[in-house]
């Protein structure tokens, strides 16, 4: 029996000086099936709890640790 793909992570990390907030998202439970997810690089689609509205998007795979300092969305 075949293991199922590993998921794939968004992480959203605030731009703004001295903010550091970054956030770890399930991109398929809040854009759907792929088509409308965030372009890895810089995005404006995100507002951190700190007003800043540029923030650097990547992907990952895997499982996010525990300790992950997932602060805002």
């Known amino acids: 029996m075949r293991e199922p793909p590993p998921r794939r992570w968004l992480h959203v990390r605030c731009l703004r000086p001295y903010c550091g907030r970054e956030a770890l998202i399930d991109p ?3 854009f759907g099936a792929g088509a409308g997810w965030p372009a890895a690089g810089l995005s404006r ?12 998007v990547s992907y990952g795979d895997g499982k ?3 300790d992950n300092p997932c602060g805002w969305l």
């Open 28 to 30: 398929a439970a809040r």
């Open 45 to 56: 689609r995100f507002v951190c709890r700190c007003g800043g509205r540029a923030a650097h």
């Open 64 to 66: 996010p640790k525990p």
